[in-house]
């Protein structure tokens, strides 16, 4: 009786072995598939940060831009009021 238990246990043993297994395999199949998916969410990360550091250097220069055109839109704008006081100067 008691070499029954015995082999039973043993029996037991290796089942529980077995099942720990599958799950050991199944967990590392999940760990493999997450870090796939955090290796993919890493290249969108980089894509992302290249797309915004080029979109605050144009947005830069766009400002440095505006800028100048904002500048020479206020020169001509002088000229041309010194052009219309010029010519009512003559007009009268």
């Known amino acids: 009786m008691l ?4 082999q039973l246990a043993e029996g037991l ?3 529980d072995y077995e099942q720990l297994k599958i799950e050991n395999q199944t967990l590392n199949e999940k760990i493999e598939e997450r870090n796939e998916e955090l290796t993919r969410l890493r ?8 797309m915004l550091s080029h979109t605050r250097e144009k947005m830069k220069f766009i400002e440095t ?4 055109n904002s500048q020479d839109l206020d020169d001509i704008a002088e ?12 007009k009268n």
């Open 3 to 6: 070499k029954k238990k015995e």
């Open 13 to 15: 043993h290796l089942i």
């Open 43 to 50: 290249g969108k990360i980089i894509n992302h940060v290249i």
């Open 65 to 68: 831009q505006n800028g100048k």
């Open 79 to 90: 000229q041309l009021d010194e052009t219309k006081t010029k010519l009512t100067q003559r």
